[in-house]
Antibody
Framework: EVQLVESGGGLVQPGGSLRLSCAAS????????MSWVRQAPGKGLEWVAN????????YNVDSVKGRFTISRDNAKNSLFLQMNSLRAEDTAVYYCARYSGSPPGLRYWGQGTLVTVSS | DIQMTQSPSTLSASVGDRVTITCRASQSISSWLAWYQQKPGKAPKLLIYKASSLENGVPSRFSGSGSGTEFTLTISSLQPDDFATYYC??????????FGQGTKVEIK
């Protein structure tokens, strides 16, 4: 059974940092692109970042460029999101998701972890 | 960046109704579009991929159509379990993805 379990969320002050983790199991983690998607309270979904199977390609939304870094450790079946210079507008539930290229789609999602940026 | 515009934002309907949600892309995305269903407090669920392909296990009352810049999600006969929020997503390339703002389907 495919499982994605996020952790690392919490309350952080504006300007602070947080590192989210996503533990993957039940599939060959190193074979898939992985993504982070977030959802601010009461708002819609926003794609945050993608990372290729071997970590050689990374992409993210303009609003987090230079502040957030996606990474992965295939030996530990883990996905990460390092978040620096956090702002109030980064407050959201952060989901990790597995992207399947064939057929294409975000087919498996974690339960999400809440990040609250507030003083 | 490619913008995705969904309409309507909210839709009130009754069980048994035929429901249509539209998603427009700011530029052509061929058929690189997915539809997701999300219920409160839950992660999204993939319904449709490549604009018109039904995900395994999704009821056949859901269907998708379109290509280029205009896409549609149709629920042929709304069921109680279908009251939720629906999002389109373009994945034209890995460089940047975009979700629509969502359509909440409410009980009339």
């Amino acid at each position: 059974e495919v499982q994605l379990v996020e952790s690392g969320g919490g309350l952080v002050q504006p300007g602070g940092s947080l590192r989210l983790s996503c533990a993957a199991s039940g599939f060959s983690f190193s074979s898939y692109w992985m993504s982070w998607v977030r959802q601010a309270p009461g708002k819609g979904l926003e794609w945050v970042a993608n990372i290729k199977q071997d970590g050689s390609e990374k992409y993210n939304v303009d609003s987090v460029k230079g502040r957030f870094t996606i990474s992965r450790d295939n030996a530990k079946n883990s996905l990460f999101l390092q978040m620096n210079s956090l702002r109030a507008e980064d407050t959201a539930v952060y989901y990790c998701a597995r992207y399947s290229g064939s057929p294409p789609g975000l087919r498996y999602w974690g339960q999400g972890t809440l990040v609250t940026v507030s003083s | 960046d490619i913008q995705m515009t969904q309409s309507p934002s909210t839709l009130s309907a009754s069980v048994g109704d035929r429901v249509t949600i539209t998603c427009r892309a700011s530029q052509s995305i061929s058929s690189w579009l997915a539809w997701y269903q999300q219920k409160p407090g839950k992660a999204p669920k993939l319904l449709i991929y490549k604009a018109s392909s039904l995900e395994n296990g999704v009821p056949s009352r859901f269907s998708g159509s379109g290509s280029g810049t205009e896409f549609t999600l149709t629920i042929s006969s709304l069921q109680p379990d279908d009251f939720a929020t629906y999002y389109c997503q373009q994945y034209n390339s890995y460089l940047t993805w975009t979700f629509g703002q969502g359509t909440k389907v409410e009980i009339k």
